[in-house]
């Protein structure tokens, strides 16, 4: 299928047009983009001058710092009980099996 000359007046005449379309797709992706941002930056905005609702506590580090703080409500005899078992744990870590002739007598004699 040939070119006839007037095709190509059509075309001609609307390459100006062609190229501005082709110019407003190419910067929309541009314009999309930062209207997304002013978008995030107005919420970013409200949010910090908004007093907001606290999330819930998960597993994680607030646990741990609730956690202690419980620690601090502590009354004394529970803090003593629980320091007790604490060592109890400890010390059932660190036995082992001893020699009973080991490191009693020490040979000086060369």
Known sequence: ?????????TMFSHLNQIGKDQAVQKDAAHLHQSLQGM????????????????DEIKEGIE????????????TKAEQKKREKE????????KQFFKEPYLGHHIDITG
């Open 39 to 54: 978008e995030i930056a107005k919420d970013a905005k409200v949010k910090d001058e908004s007093v907001n609702e606290t």
């Open 1 to 9: 299928m040939p070119l006839l000359p007037i095709d190509l007046q």
């Open 63 to 74: 646990k741990i710092k609730d956690e202690e703080k419980n620690k601090g409500n502590e």
């Open 86 to 93: 604490e060592a109890d744990k400890k010390n059932e870590e």
